[in-house]
């Protein structure tokens, strides 16, 4: 559990519009009633939204079609689809992606959330907002162990749900999608870089 201190000390070195972008950003993916998180991290050429979340939430089929809703910072909701256009998953690899295209429409007034080809910047803070329990999202303040390499690691460890949601730092450049949350064990959350994401995609 994150002191509420904690949060006072994050939000107050960020201001409110980055707050706001990373709300509207994450997505909840539901699958044949089951549900997990995601992010809004880009557009294709035609302009739909384009979300990451884990395989173990959406699939690995492309043209596999799951539902999506995310929220906007007064509670109203928005639904969609969204269909896997990539995908990878191995079991004892530590590999677990999807990349799902949002129909037309979808979070059209979003300002996505890029993935960053680096690893966590351990001197600011590491943030994960996502759908516990298939609830409307919600905040965790991160502290990393691991900022290297393949798989990523920190504390709390999440709350189910929260699969498929993003790993976020925020910088004077804005939020960055540093890792997506995928696994937890011993106490630790883990998860994939995006350094590693981006090579695999």
């Not at 691991?146 to 804005?174: C, F, M």
């Amino acid at each position: 559990m994150v002191e509420a201190s904690q949060l006072e000390a994050f939000w107050a070195s960020n201001n409110e519009d980055r707050f706001d972008q990373v709300i509207r950003a994450t997505v909840r993916v539901t699958v044949s009633g089951v549900c997990g998180s995601g992010t809004v991290v880009g557009r294709d050429s035609q302009g739909n939204a384009l979300v990451l979340t884990n395989a173990h939430v959406a699939g690995t089929s492309r043209g596999r079609s799951v539902n999506v809703e995310r929220w906007d910072t007064n509670g109203n909701s928005e639904r969609g689809t969204g269909t896997i256009i990539a995908a990878g998953y191995g079991r004892g690899m530590s590999v677990d992606f999807a990349l799902l295209k949002c129909s037309e429409g979808f979070a059209r007034d979003v300002t996505p959330i890029p993935l960053a080809d680096r690893f966590p910047d351990t001197n600011v803070a590491v943030t994960n907002y996502g759908c516990p329990r298939c609830e409307w999202p919600s905040l965790q303040v991160l502290k990393v162990n691991r900022a290297e390499g393949q798989v990523l690691s920190w504390k709390p460890e999440a709350i189910g749900g929260r699969s498929g949601s993003s790993v976020i730092d925020h910088t004077d450049a804005g939020p960055r999608v540093v890792g997506l949350l995928t696994w937890a064990g011993g106490g630790e959350g883990l998860g994939q870089s995006t350094p590693f994401l981006l090579n695999a995609m």
